[in-house]
Nanobody, 124 residues
Framework: QVHLVESGGGLVQAGGSLRVSCAVSGGTLNRYGMGWFRQAPGKEREFVGTIDWRRGTTFYPDSMKGRVTISRDNARNTMFLQMNSLKPEDTAVYYC?????????????????WGQGIQVTVSS
């Protein structure tokens, strides 16, 4: 059983930065791909990026490149999502997720475990 808990969300002004954390417990992290997704009201869940826990390799969709960075701290079993140059349209609930089959999926259906989500609101 893998347990994920997000923290660090909140309200930020447009143009600002925010870092969201995901504390991970259980499982064998070095085998997993970890991902971030977000979902705004009335919209589908959107892929933000993914990281191979063992290698630290990351992948982002074109829409996120240059504005988000995913990293992890092995010692703390924590993953981070650093977001810069935030826009009001980045307002959403952000979720971290674990893909037990490994790194690389952009499809939320591939992820077996999810955090409860955390609200990020960007004011204009």
């Amino acid at each position: 059983q893998v347990h994920l808990v997000e923290s660090g969300g909140g309200l930020v002004q447009a143009g600002g930065s925010l870092r969201v954390s995901c504390a991970v417990s259980g499982g064998t992290l070095n085998r997993y791909g970890m991902g971030w997704f977000r979902q705004a009201p009335g919209k589908e869940r959107e892929f933000v990026g993914t990281i191979d826990w063992r290698r630290g390799t990351t992948f982002y969709p074109d829409s996120m490149k240059g504005r988000v960075t995913i990293s992890r701290d092995n010692a703390r079993n924590t993953m981070f999502l650093q977001m810069n140059s935030l826009k009001p349209e980045d307002t959403a609930v952000y979720y971290c997720a674990a893909d037990l089959h490994g790194f690389g999926s952009t499809n939320f259906g591939s992820y077996e475990y999810w955090g409860q989500g955390i609200q990020v609101t960007v004011s204009s």
